[in-house]
């Protein structure tokens, strides 16, 4: 299977995943990325059973729209019991690195309200240490320089994302050099540094469930402390 057959086939169990555990009418977190965009394409399918979904970037918000599907604003929305997305790294206590397309803000906001994050990625994405793909760090405009000054202290060698803004109108520092031996605590580090907005270390919050494709199929892997709803 190419890579691009491995999403759809990824994309394809991940709505498979959200027909057997929603009540009709219920509302979907979708993320953002060539892989979620898979995924959107096959909710469609399930389009009458939905109540809608959230969309975590104005790219997603526009495929869904492209669909058919209602798009709720996040604030609208009391219960979410599914929020699928990709990564661009993801290990295997199920932490990830996102934020290859700029919209690890909205990503971390929606997968914080949902009850079950379901991971949709192929075999390329898992890894034993995350830190090989650059790190995304979301920061205030006026904070760039600073931020970039404490992420060195880190340990990182961080780099403006030339001519990019994200949906929220900051700036991203993808920081490069890191290997995270600790997710959770870098995490906690780089939020404390002021000016920063979110960072793409998805470990505090991680996936619930990795639907992963590989050559033979789609695998399924879940977070030890998962809470998986039915
Ligand atoms: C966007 C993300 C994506 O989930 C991540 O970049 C993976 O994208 P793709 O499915 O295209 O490889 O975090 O901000």
């Given at each position: 299977m190419t890579q691009d057959e491995q999403k759809r086939a990824v994309a394809r169990a991940a709505r498979d995943y959200v027909a057997a555990h929603i009540a009709d009418g219920a509302i979907v977190g979708v993320g953002t990325g060539s892989t979620a965009n898979f995924f959107i394409d096959e909710l469609a399918a399930l389009k009458e059973r939905l109540g809608g979904a959230v969309a975590s970037s104005e790219a997603t918000r526009i495929r869904l729209e492209g669909h058919g599907i209602r798009v709720f604003d996040?604030?609208?929305?009391?219960?979410?019991?599914i929020y699928v997305d990709g990564a661009d790294e993801i290990n295997a206590a199920l932490m990830m690195i996102k934020g290859g397309g700029g919209a690890l803000t909205r990503e971390k906001i929606v997968a914080a309200v949902a009850r079950t994050f379901v991971c949709v990625c192929d075999q390329?994405?898992?890894?034993?240490?995350?830190?090989?793909f650059p790190l995304p760090v979301e920061v205030v405009p006026m904070a760039r320089a600073h931020v970039a000054r404490e992420l060195a202290k880190l340990g990182g060698q961080p780099r403006l994302r030339e001519g990019f803004v994200t949906d929220n109108g900051n700036l991203i520092l993808d920081v490069h050099g890191?290997?995270?031996?600790h997710p959770a605590e870098l995490e906690n580090a780089i939020n404390e540094i002021v000016g920063v907005v979110t960072s793409g270390l998805f470990a505090r919050r991680g996936a619930d469930l990795l639907l992963l494709a590989t050559a033979s199929g789609v695998e399924t892997m879940r977070r030890a402390t998962a809470t998986i709803t039915s």
């Open positions: 996040l604030n609208e929305v009391e219960d979410l019991p390329s994405k898992l890894v034993d240490t995350l830190g090989k890191l290997a995270i031996g």
